[in-house]
C-alpha cells in the first residue's frame, strides 16, 4: 500500500506542479476545429472589461484558445518529415465566394449531335509516318508547314482545269476557306449558347463557278430580299422557285420548319425498318368512293348506250314536244321574246310618282 | 467571364492560361485583399492597414496613394481596382471630422461589392509598439470570437463572417501541430465596440499530451467602434454562399459501415416462388405426361391474360 500512495502522491506533485489545461464555460464554446475557429458565446464580464479590459480579454482568449487547441490535440496525429501533422476535418462555416460556381460549358452543335449519336473521339497520332518523305511528320503544329512544302515542291494541275492555274494559290485559298468557315461555325454556337438571334447569311461564297442550282437559289433569295419580302416582284413566264434540302430556310419570310430531334440510333434504325417493311408489304389500295362513282358511271353510260341503240330512230320526234324540264340540252328561254299583253301594264321603264 | 464566352479568342497561349486562370473555379484558392488610401487617409490608419495587410501577407496588396472617393457613395474604383488585381476582399482608410480613423472592410462577389464594414478605430497599438518575437508571416491563424453578441446582431454577424473571411486563408486538409501559434480575438460588446487583439500562442508543459496554452500579445491591438454598414440582400448573398454540385456530399443510399468499418451494402430482391424451386431430381417426382399438358395449357392461359392486360391498359 505504501508504494500505491507513493506513487499517487508523486502523480499529485507533478499535476500541481503544472497548470491545468481543463477550463469551465457556462455555455459550451462553438468549435470549429477546420477553420480554427472558436466562438464563445458566454455573457462577458462588463465589469472587469472596464477595469481591467487588457489583461481580462487576454485571459478569455487563452481560455477559449485552450479548448480549441484541446480539440485539435484530440485529432489523430501522422508524422511526416520531422513534423507531426493532424488531419483536419472538413470546415463547417460557410464562407462567400468570390466568383460565382462555374457553369457547365455549353455543347456544340456537333458535340450534342456526336453525343445522341455515340461518337466518341478517336485519339490521333502526334507524329504520322510519310511513305513518300520517309521519315516522320508531325500532325500539326512545328515542322509540319516545312515537310508540306517539301512533299509539294510540284502540283499537277488537273486535266479539266486551266492549264495556267496556280495550284499553290488554290490550296492556300482552300485553307483559308475551311479556317473561315470553322470561325464562322465557332460563333454560330457561340451565339447559338447564349441564344442570341443571328441573321441569315444566304449563299456561302465559292472560289470556283456556281451551278445551275446555287444560281437558282440565289435568284429567288435575291428576290425575296426587299421589304416586302419580294411580294411585288414580277415574275418571269416559267420563273420557278428554287427548291431543295435547306433552301427553304435561307429564303427570306419563309416560315422556319421545325427541326426534328436528331433520333437515337436504335430509333433511327426502326424508323428505317418500318418504312422498309411497308414497301415490302404495299397492296393496291381501293378508294371505295372512287370504285363506286365509276361504278354508276360505267352503269349509266352503259344504259344510255343501249337507249341510244333502241330509241335512234325515233330520236326526231321527240324534239317537236319540247319543254321536258329534265332535258337540259334544250335552249334556255330568252327574255322580251314572248307575246305581250296590252291590256297589262307594262312592267318596264322607269316608276314614276 | 470566361474563355469560352468571350467572342474574341486569345492569341497567345500565355493570354489563354491567364484567362483560364480568372475563370471561375469550383474551389477557389486563398482570396486576395486590396488596402487602399480614401480621401485624407490619417496616420493612424495608414498604420493600421499596414498592419493589417502584415497580417494577410503574401494574400495582399498594399496601394499607398491616396484616392478622392468614398466608398459608401460610389465603390466603382473599388470595383475596379478588384477586377484589375483580382481581388476579391477590400480595406480602405480614411479620416474627416466627423468620421476620424474610419476603416472600411469589405469583399466582392463577382467584381461587384457584396458587403461594406465601416468602423471606426477608437484606440489602436501598432505591432512595432510591442517590443517581442513575431510570427511567421503566412501562418493560418487561429480564431476566436468572444462574446454573445456576434450572434444577435444582424451587422455583428455578418462583421464575423467578413473577419473570417479576412483572416482564414485557405483551407487546408492537415496542419502542423507545432506551427499554431497565432491567435486572432474579436470581442463585441453590447454597445457595438468590438476589440481586435492578436496573440502568440506559447505551448507549455501541462505532464498531458495536450499542451498548456500562454499567450503573448503582440500586437496589432484596435479598439473598432461599428459604423455604417452596407451589407448584402439575402438573394445575392445566399447565391455568393452556394456551395458547387461537385463538392456536395450527399448521403449514398443503403451503404453503411458497421463499428469495425467495414463497408455493408443493402440489395433488394424480388419475391421468391418457392414452388419453382429446382430441387433434387428424382424419377418419382417427374412429371407424367398428362401433368406436363396440364401444366402447358395453364402456362398458355396466364400469358393470355396477361398480354389481354396489357392491351388493356394501353388502350
Same mark, same amino acid.
Given at each position: ?271 428505317? /425498318? ?80 | ?137 503566412? /501562418? ?176
Amino acid at each position: 500500500m505504501d508504494i500505491v500512495n507513493e506513487i499517487l502522491e508523486r502523480e499529485q506533485k507533478k499535476a500541481e506542479k503544472y497548470k491545468s489545461i481543463t477550463v469551465d464555460k457556462h455555455l459550451e464554446v462553438d468549435i470549429d476545429v477546420g477553420c480554427l475557429l472558436a466562438s464563445d458565446t458566454n455573457d462577458l464580464d462588463s465589469k472587469l472589461l472596464e477595469k481591467s479590459k487588457d489583461i481580462f480579454l487576454q485571459a478569455l482568449t487563452r481560455d477559449n484558445t485552450q479548448l480549441l487547441l484541446n480539440k485539435i490535440w484530440e485529432l489523430p496525429t501522422e508524422r511526416a518529415d520531422e513534423a507531426i501533422i493532424v488531419k483536419l476535418p472538413e470546415p463547417k462555416t460557410v464562407i462567400p465566394r468570390a466568383k460565382p460556381v462555374p457553369k457547365p460549358k455549353p455543347l456544340t452543335k456537333w458535340q450534342e449531335f456526336a453525343k445522341s449519336k455515340g461518337i466518341t473521339k478517336k485519339k490521333k497520332d502526334k507524329l504520322q509516318w510519310d511513305e513518300q518523305l520517309q521519315k516522320w511528320v508531325p500532325l500539326y503544329g512545328f515542322k509540319k508547314a516545312a515537310a508540306e512544302k517539301e512533299k509539294n515542291w510540284l502540283i499537277e494541275v488537273p486535266q479539266n482545269l486551266d492549264p495556267m492555274t496556280d495550284m499553290y494559290e488554290k490550296k492556300a485559298s482552300e485553307k483559308s476557306e475551311k479556317v473561315a468557315k470553322n470561325e464562322l461555325q465557332r460563333l454560330k454556337n457561340l451565339a447559338r449558347s447564349k441564344k442570341v438571334k443571328i441573321p441569315r447569311v444566304g449563299l456561302p461564297v465559292t472560289s470556283d463557278k456556281a451551278n445551275a442550282t446555287q444560281l437558282e437559289t440565289a435568284a429567288t433569295i435575291a428576290k425575296a430580299s426587299t421589304a416586302s419580302l419580294g411580294k411585288f416582284q414580277d415574275k418571269l413566264p416559267k420563273e420557278k422557285e428554287a427548291r431543295g434540302k435547306g433552301i427553304h430556310e435561307l429564303i427570306p419570310g419563309k416560315e422556319r420548319k421545325r427541326k426534328l430531334p436528331i433520333p437515337t440510333p436504335q430509333q433511327e434504325r426502326e424508323n428505317n /425498318l418500318s418504312m422498309l417493311d411497308s414497301i415490302l408489304s404495299k397492296r393496291p389500295k381501293i378508294d371505295m368512293d372512287k370504285a363506286v362513282a365509276k361504278h354508276i358511271n360505267d352503269e349509266q353510260v352503259q344504259r344510255s348506250e343501249e337507249k341510244r341503240n333502241t330509241k335512234s330512230p325515233k330520236a326526231g320526234k321527240r324534239k317537236t314536244k319540247g319543254g321536258n324540264a329534265t332535258n337540259f340540252s334544250a335552249k334556255k328561254p330568252k327574255a322580251g321574246k314572248g307575246q305581250r299583253n296590252p291590256s297589262k301594264k307594262a312592267g318596264s321603264g322607269r316608276k314614276r310618282r | 467571364m470566361g474563355v469560352i464566352q468571350r467572342v474574341k479568342k486569345p492569341t497567345t497561349r500565355k493570354g489563354k492560361k491567364v484567362l483560364q486562370s480568372k475563370e471561375p473555379k469550383p474551389i477557389e484558392g486563398p482570396k486576395q485583399c486590396l488596402f487602399l488610401q480614401g480621401r485624407n487617409p490619417s496616420d493612424r490608419t495608414r498604420k493600421l492597414l499596414k498592419d493589417i495587410y502584415d497580417l494577410k501577407k503574401p494574400d495582399g496588396a498594399y496601394l499607398s496613394r491616396k484616392n478622392d472617393f468614398v466608398p459608401f457613395e460610389d465603390a466603382t474604383l473599388i470595383e475596379k481596382l478588384c477586377y484589375k488585381k483580382e481581388a476579391a476582399l477590400f480595406g480602405v482608410g480614411s479620416h474627416s471630422k466627423k468620421r476620424p480613423h474610419n476603416v472600411i472592410l469589405g469583399r466582392t462577389f463577382d467584381y461587384g461589392i457584396l458587403d461594406m464594414i465601416e468602423l471606426g478605430a477608437d484606440n489602436y497599438k501598432g505591432m512595432k509598439e510591442f517590443h517581442n518575437a513575431k510570427v511567421l508571416s503566412g /501562418l493560418k491563424p487561429c480564431l476566436i470570437f468572444n462574446g454573445p453578441a456576434w450572434d444577435l446582431n444582424q451587422d455583428l454577424k455578418r462583421l464575423k463572417s467578413l473577419f473570417i473571411d479576412f483572416f482564414n486563408r485557405e483551407k487546408v486538409e492537415t496542419i502542423r501541430l507545432q506551427g499554431l501559434e497565432h491567435v486572432l480575438s474579436f470581442t463585441a460588446t453590447e454597445s457595438g465596440n468590438i476589440y481586435f487583439r492578436s496573440y502568440k500562442i506559447l505551448l507549455k508543459k501541462s505532464g498531458q499530451r495536450t499542451p498548456r496554452i500562454e499567450l503573448e500579445e503582440i500586437g496589432p491591438s484596435i479598439d473598432f467602434k461599428l459604423r455604417r454598414t452596407r451589407l448584402a440582400s439575402d438573394d445575392l448573398y445566399k447565391e455568393a454562399c452556394r456551395v458547387p454540385q461537385e463538392l456536395r456530399t450527399g448521403t449514398k443510399k443503403n451503404i453503411s459501415r458497421d463499428a469495425f468499418g467495414s463497408k455493408l451494402g443493402r440489395i433488394h430482391m424480388g419475391k421468391q416462388d418457392i414452388n419453382r424451386l429446382q430441387t433434387r431430381k428424382m424419377k418419382g417426382l417427374r412429371k407424367t405426361p398428362e401433368e406436363k399438358k396440364q401444366f402447358l395449357i395453364k402456362r398458355k392461359k396466364e400469358k393470355q391474360a396477361a398480354k389481354q392486360a396489357q392491351n388493356a391498359v394501353a388502350e
